[in-house]
């Protein structure tokens, strides 16, 4: 069974940053892994995708700038640094992986194309 846990997430102020982690199961390497985020009262959204083959990434347009996105194949992690945080970035956070994308460089875009997720972690940003 695959296993991805967040990490990382808690109450900021705007202007401020977090980082979140993402601990996963190691066939997780073989994934095109995100981040997407789900606000109070909206659906999942997309915020950010790193492709199996590491160099590749690709940033929802609000947080682009702003927001990294890396992984560690030797440690089945993925992270997230958040700076700059907005109020508009409060959500529920999830990390969550692609297990067939395109090939080595894709990153998905939709929320459908993820087929392991994890629990999430809460991220609020006060203003």
């Known amino acids: 069974q695959v296993q991805i846990v967040e990490s990382g997430g808690g109450l900021v102020q705007a202007g401020g940053s977090l980082l979140l982690s993402c601990a996963a199961s190691?066939?997780?390497?073989?994934?095109?892994m995100g981040w997407l985020r789900q606000a109070p009262g909206k659906e999942r959204e997309f915020v950010a995708g790193i492709s199996r083959s590491v160099d590749h990434t690709y940033y929802a347009h609000s947080v682009a700038g702003r927001f990294t996105i890396s992984r560690d194949n030797n440690k089945n992690t993925v992270t997230l640094q958040m700076n700059s945080l907005k109020p508009e970035d409060t959500g529920i956070y999830y990390c969550a992986g692609d297990s067939n994308p395109w090939d080595s460089t894709a990153i998905p875009t939709t929320v459908s194309a993820y087929d392991h997720w994890g629990q999430g972690t809460q991220v609020t940003v006060s203003s």
């Open positions: 190691a066939i997780t390497r073989t994934y095109a």
